[in-house]
């Protein structure tokens, strides 16, 4: 062939590819129930592709929006908590912006020791919180501020494997509310606080050990209060319990149709344990904690999109919650809806589904705070390139303004990792902070989350325990103050018993 043929040649290749490029649709063309893609002009020009996450500087950025970098007097503190309140995009989001949302709360958490009791907070989530992750990290912050021990409320049996505790049991059978065909359901909707329940029919054992996961937290391993929250039990129903060498008095119980729960409190904190039953009861979950103080209570339901609750019996839920001295409750939904939103409309349905589980859990649970988590960054291939779900940010959007509207506080995981396409660079983080699914995050990812929820949950407790110090009034006024009216002679007369104040003490 002569050069100038081949010239030609190369130069109407090149011309087809650049018409392909700027004339071919970026959905691509349908073709026999195949899609055929081609990079395009309408690809690139219409802004799809988004400016990579830089993940070490937003996990940077986030933990510097909770340090106080000027604390030496009250006017620096109450700037710092009114900039909070006002501005930071990693804050627990509050309904009607009322900073005393969560002032009862803390205000039992800190009475729970001088009152020996142990006040729960029930974590409730899809996969993302499998293994006690997140929730660990919450639980150990809380405890450690409160008091309280132990990896709190299991159900009897656990079909995934936790960080915190090592359990197995026999001559039980498992019924579970939600789950696809091979799920075994009960002829009742008596599931109990954990969405499934263990029956015992005759007799049947649960053993835990203490954990030995590196993950685990120290707090966890400390083990010195079992209980046992069980119904339907029949007359003469005994439970036994031996832990370590300690062998505790049996627990016998009359006949009963609703909710108990049987405590034995330990002498020493003990490594390991097992509960044995005989005769017939259903037992809705074991409690594994400490002494006073607050628990966690993780639990996972994976599939889930959070809409299950009202299929559980009123009467139980009712009883439960306050034989738990339940406190706060969280929902982690959202993500495993993704897949079935198809546009706004979908979104408006879904909203609908969870603020009747909302209305229900509040009127099963009324001395309970709820805090919603939205979902995570999820990765999709989208033209061979990875980036967010499309609708995810507006389901987000929608979670929030939805909570919010039924007095919910609401945090907004989706924005604390980054925001859009923020998911791929987690996954490429080295280490990984999510795995190849590019939905779930690896431990270390887990752990980032759960400091970060810890965090501005506690910014919110030193706000707290500052205006214990403040006149109330005092409070309002500088909040309410536009920041150009700012001054430290505006605070000397509104705080007339002023006294410098650190963050912490």
């Not at 219409?46 to 009250?74: H, I, L, P, Q, R």
């Not at 450690?144 to 505790?165: C, D, H, K, R, Y």
């Not at 609750?309 to 001295?325: A, G, K, V």
């Not at 506080?409 to 190849?436: C, I, T």
């Amino acid at each position: 062939m002569k050069p100038i043929k081949t010239l030609i040649f190369i130069f109407s290749v090149m011309l087809l590819l650049v018409t392909g490029w700027y004339f071919f649709p970026a959905e691509g063309v349908s073709v026999g129930g195949f899609v055929l893609r081609f990079p395009s002009y309408a690809d690139d020009s219409t802004g799809n592709a988004k400016e990579e996450v830089d993940v070490d500087a937003v996990m940077d950025e986030v933990k510097k929006s909770f340090e106080m970098t000027c604390s030496e007097t009250m006017y620096d503190s109450l700037r710092f908590f009114r900039d909070y309140l006002t501005e930071n995009p990693n804050r627990i989001y509050l309904p009607g912006d009322d900073y005393t949302f969560f002032d009862t709360l803390f205000a039992q958490f800190e009475q729970a020791q001088d009152e020996g009791k142990i006040y729960r907070v029930l974590h409730y989530g899809d996969s993302q919180i499998e293994m006690d992750r997140i929730s660990s990290v919450l639980r150990q912050k809380l405890q450690e501020l409160f008091g309280g021990s132990g990896p709190n409320m299991i159900p009897a049996i656990q079909n995934v494997a936790t960080i915190s505790v090592s359990q197995r049991a026999s001559g039980l059978r498992r019924y579970i509310v939600y789950g696809d065909s091979t799920t075994r359901r009960a002829s009742h909707n008596r599931y109990g606080v954990m969405s499934q329940f263990g029956q015992v029919s005759g007799e049947g054992f649960v053993s835990f050990v203490q954990t030995s996961h590196s993950q685990a937290f120290d707090f966890a391993k400390q083990i010195s209060s079992v209980s046992v929250l069980l119904g339907r039990n029949s007359e003469g129903f005994t439970a036994s319990l031996r832990c370590d060498t300690l062998v505790m008095e049996p627990k016998v119980l009359a006949a009963n149709d609703s909710v108990s729960l049987i405590t034995w409190t330990l002498p020493v904190s003990v490594k390991r344990g097992t509960i044995s039953f005989k005769g017939n009861a259903e037992i809705y979950a074991l409690l594994l904690d400490g002494e006073a103080g607050v628990a966690l209570d993780n639990v996972a339901l994976r599939g889930c999109s959070g809409t299950i609750f009202t299929r559980i019996n009123e009467t139980t839920l009712r009883q439960s919650f306050e034989l738990l001295d339940t406190r706060l409750i969280i929902l982690q939904f959202g993500g495993n809806r993704m897949p079935g939103i198809a546009g706004s409309k979908s979104i408006a349905s879904y909203m609908k589904e969870l603020e009747k589980q909302i209305d229900y859990m509040k009127s099963v649970a009324p001395e309970a705070t709820f805090l919603f988590i939205g979902p995570a960054d999820m990765g999709k291939s989208y033209n061979g390139k990875m980036g967010t779900w499309k609708g995810l940010p507006e389901l987000n959007d929608s979670l929030r303004e939805m909570a919010l509207r039924n007095d919910v506080a609401y945090w907004d995981m989706f924005h604390v990792m980054g925001g859009e396409s923020s998911m791929v660079q987690w996954v490429k983080h080295s280490p990984p902070l999510a795995g190849p699914d590019y939905v779930h995050f690896t431990f270390r990812g887990a752990q980032e989350i759960g400091s970060d929820l810890a965090k501005s949950l506690t910014t919110y407790y030193d706000f707290y325990r500052l205006r214990q110090r403040v006149p109330n009034q005092a409070v309002i006024d500088f909040v309410n103050r536009d920041k150009s009216q700012d001054s430290i002679t505006m605070l000397y007369r509104t705080v007339p018993q002023y006294k410098p104040w650190r963050r912490g003490l």
